[in-house]
């Protein structure tokens, strides 16, 4: 599975950016839709820290106490892509953020729970 992010930017406080994460899978592997998915993040110098998580078919999700209520994590199994859609944008979400899937349908909440990464989009929110 090949993963790329796209979508990052810079906005303003209280402002809003959807994040999306195209998926390749190669034709003889399992369809994404099974896949469980997430999105991350990472200031420099600072270890990466989860963001939200959705599982494959059943399609639960989780997220960090710190986006709830703001972000919400979606995906369109038909295109392959999840999406980051982030409301209400704090400087505090500044970071790249980066989309990854693991072979196993549940969700994730660690790093070391995904198998597959992008490359990270920027986002950057200014005061």
């Known amino acids: 599975v090949q993963l790329q992010a796209s979508g990052g930017g810079t906005v303003q406080t209280g402002g809003s950016l959807r994040l999306s994460c195209s998926a390749s899978?190669?034709?003889?592997?399992?369809?994404?839709?099974?896949?469980?998915t997430g999105w991350f993040r990472q200031v420099l110098g600072k270890e990466r820290e989860f963001v939200a998580t959705?599982?494959?078919?059943?399609?639960?999700?989780y997220y960090a106490d710190s986006v709830k209520g703001r972000f919400t994590i979606s995906r369109d199994n038909a295109k392959n892509t999840v999406y980051l859609q982030m409301n209400d944008l704090k400087p505090e979400d500044t970071a790249i953020y980066y989309c990854?899937?693991?072979?196993?349908?549940?969700?994730?909440?660690?790093?070391?729970?995904?198998?597959?990464w992008g490359q990270g989009t920027l986002v950057t929110v200014s005061s």
């Open positions: 990854a899937a693991r072979t196993s349908s549940w969700y994730g909440t660690k790093s070391s729970h995904f198998d597959f």
């Open positions: 899978v190669h034709s003889s592997a399992r369809s994404f839709e099974n896949y469980g």
């Open positions: 959705m599982s494959g078919i059943s399609v639960t999700t």
